[in-house]
């Protein structure tokens, strides 16, 4: 009787010994094939070449004792390994849990083929591995080197709240505390003024760091930023929100936790690739009309402890449908955060033009309305305080989205 056919698929730049602990266990289901990503696939999803090339991975992992085969993949996207299973016809499918997804399940369920979701463990007696853990190790180390040796900075990342926005003041968490959700972008687009993306935390960090962040714990980093931004000379009077230094200083997908204060209780990330992922293949953003002068969104605020919940309430399903990657779910809590947020500070949308009372802001709702009805659109919010500059939409697909619409753009979420 022949042996069951597995398949794996995945990059294995930086192959280590968690790769192969993985490869073994696969291979006790049957002969392992392994799919391996491309260059192409890697750099369009990691925003950077990969470390050894497509022939080297492919050599190193066929040389692995206990892989049959390997191939490299030729399709694109997440699921670019189709045209290796149209070759292999593998009879089971293995994962490792945190590289698992609904999209995964239901091909695999399509082709009659078993799934199979192993729990990442090393191997008895050796340290767990794994390649985001190495690179972070490395690029430490490279910041150890002369300065010549290191590589070219990718510029100040700025930040994205996806939900609870607003819980970061004490005024309003006061009600009832929660959680604000950001994750970190790269810059690789324009990153307008006024506009809703943490350009004056951004620039603040300029002063100091013009190039790039440091290399340094990311929590005790944006504390950092935001005692500098908030000095107590501070003419203004205004205290900017946590959200914003710990949106742009945390990488990955990130919440912190705010009760009545202005720093979070907690602060919790991840830079799982699957995650992020999840989230650059459903969101995109459109350009608006910067914030208009005199422009004020706290005008008419209304706070109340049920209003607060509601918000709380939504950056929890939020965070969780995420994590699932329910794109439903996920869609539906993107929407109700922000009409929480939109409730208590209907300024958002209609701000007031304070000593410009000849400015018109229907252009906000105008553009909400636009976009709000077409079928691809699933949810949408102005990022943070609103008022201008950007429209964050989640949508079906965003390449596809980019492809016919083209004044959105996709975003890349910095990795480390």
């Known amino acids: 009787m022949e042996n069951k056919k597995v398949f794996v698929s995945g990059c294995y730049d930086l192959l280590h010994s968690g790769h192969v602990e993985f490869f073994q266990q696969a291979s006790q289901f049957g002969d392992l094939y392994v799919g391996i990503g491309s260059d192409a696939t890697y750099l369009e999803y990691k925003h950077r070449k990969p470390m050894f090339p497509q022939e080297e991975r492919l050599f190193m992992v066929k040389n692995i004792k206990a892989v049959k085969e390997a191939y490299i993949n030729e399709g694109s996207g997440v699921i670019d390994f189709i045209p290796t299973l149209d070759i292999v016809k593998p009879d089971i499918f293995v994962v490792n849990a945190e590289g698992g997804s609904p999209a995964k399940r239901q091909l695999c369920e399509e082709r009659g083929i078993e799934y199979i979701e192993l729990e990442r463990t090393p191997h008895e007696g050796l340290e767990a591995r794994s390649s985001s853990s190495l690179k972070a190790a490395l690029s430490t180390q490279q910041d150890s080197q002369p300065s010549s040796l290191n590589s070219q900075p990718t510029g100040i990342p700025t930040r994205l709240d996806l939900a609870g926005t607003w819980i970061d003041q004490p005024y309003v968490s006061m009600y009832h505390p929660g959680w604000a959700i950001t ?22 960090i300029q002063k100091i760091w013009p190039m790039k962040l440091p290399k340094m714990d990311p929590e005790m980093l944006a504390r950092l930023v935001f005692c500098f931004e908030n000095n107590p000379e501070r003419e203004d009077g205004h205290i900017s929100g946590a959200q914003d230094s710990i949106g ?45 002068p005199g422009c004020s969104v706290v005008e008419g605020k209304d706070i109340t402890p049920d209003k607060v919940k509601a918000l709380a309430d939504a950056a929890d399903a939020c965070w969780n449908a995420i994590f699932k990657k329910d794109l439903e779910g996920f869609a ?85």
């Open 248 to 292: 742009i200083c945390v990488p990955g997908l990130c919440r912190h936790y705010y009760d009545n204060n202005f720093w979070p209780k907690k602060i919790e990330n991840t830079t799982d690739e699957m995650t992020l992922r999840f989230l650059e293949e459903h969101l995109v953003m459109v350009p608006m009309e910067p914030r208009k």
């Open 332 to 416: 539906a809590a993107y929407k109700a955060s922000f009409a929480a947020q939109i409730s208590m500070f209907p300024g958002m949308v209609a701000p007031t033009y304070i000593g410009h009372p000849e400015l018109d802001n229907s252009y906000i709702a105008d553009t909400i309305s636009d976009y709000s009805a077409m079928d691809d659109v699933l949810a949408w919010k102005m990022p943070g305080a609103g008022g201008g500059g950007y429209l964050a939409l989640v949508v079906k697909d965003a390449k596809e989205f980019v492809k016919s619409h083209p004044e959105a753009f996709e975003l890349h979420i910095r990795r480390e």
């Open 183 to 204: 994750i970190s972008l790269e810059p690789t687009f324009e990153v307008r003024d006024r506009c809703g993306l943490s350009t004056s935390t951004r620039k603040m």
